[in-house]
């Protein structure tokens, strides 16, 4: 079909190629969603069976199912839970548009060869997640909401006991108590998961703005006796705290951690290494048989000392669970909530069956473009 002669945007999802990915960046609903939005969508086989949705669901709602092949020679925007590979990078036609978390704060060679590729990208990661007309598009709020409900159950059922409190015939067993460091999206969707477990929840984040949420969640603030009445930066979000204020915070919560059975954290810091908020003293400084679930565990670290992705369990008995993989444990609604954002993030740009870079549009920044004229490209 001659490029003048498309009536529609195709867009097209491959399977995601990381190792523990189940989630998909289309779910059968959002192909309904974007006919209506002049978008046709191509799916390849097989693409969402581990998140639960059959070829035949995706058929169902008015997509293609095709070949990987397919999808790579006809879409005109592809989306994905993650990002592409560099070997689809490198098979894609120029001008075709990518949409997923590309790692544009930290990674600028995978943002350099989108560009020499000729590929327009948007980053899923530099929406203005504040803007009311972008919330339904971010990825990140969904995402880390799915992730600190599922912290709170790994953390649940690592630990040898009981989150709640429990009357028995053979004894009362007291309840858990759980400390979350870092009280964003993540945070409170955790606080809130152990308390309806039954635990006892205390919790922590450098914002002063979050001691509010903290309590009316019905959990304690952690008061560390250190002065952040600064702790909040650009957007709402966190800023970078010193080497010596990070040096005092860590001193704080090693010495308060030891008091709790379990510990979930999900400090983050946009585009920077995460902060590392309990040291070895600190974990050291446990009872045996306590559980830590640290979900902002990576490859740069995480925000506790010597945890990686993956179980282990110290020699003082303390069982660390490095997990930023969680919300692909709830991949089906993860999904869901994803596709959503995606497919809104798409809608976006579609104007008269056609995508379209408007550089007055509010999500510019989010847009990686080869060849855009550096007076329009923005940090
Ligand atoms: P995030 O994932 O970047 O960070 C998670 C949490 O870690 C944050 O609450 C942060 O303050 C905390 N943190 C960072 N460094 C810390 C440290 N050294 N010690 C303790 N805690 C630390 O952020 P997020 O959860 O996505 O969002 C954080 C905040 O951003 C929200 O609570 C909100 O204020 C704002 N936000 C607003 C919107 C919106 O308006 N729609 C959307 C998303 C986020």
Known sequence: MAETQKATVVFGVLNETSQDETRVALTPDIVTRLKKAGVSCLVQSGAGIAAQYTDDDYAKAGAEVVAADDVIARADVLGFVDRPSAETVA??????????????FTDAAYVDALQAA???GVAMEKLPRQLSSAQSMDEMTSQNSVMGYKAALVAANAYGSFFPMMTTAAGTIRPAKVLILGAGIAGLQAIGTARRLGAVVTAYDVRPASRGEVESLGAKFLDLGLDFSKGQGEGGYARQLSAEEQAAQQTAVDQKA???????????VPGRKPPMLLTKAGVDGLK???????????D??????????GTQVTDGGVTIIGAPYLASEVSNT???LLARNVGDVLAHFVHDGRLSIDLNEELDDALIVAGRPAAESKE
């Open 91 to 104: 098979r894609l036609k120029a001008g075709t548009w990518v949409i997923g978390m590309l790692g544009s």
């Open 118 to 120: 000729g590929l327009v």
């Open 258 to 268: 030891a008091g709790f059975d379990v510990i979930i954290t999900t400090a983050k």
């Open 288 to 298: 045996r048989g306590a559980v830590i679930v640290d979900c902002a565990a990576s």
């Open 300 to 309: 740069l670290g995480g925000n506790v000392e010597g945890s990686r992705v």
């Open 334 to 336: 993860a999904s869901n």
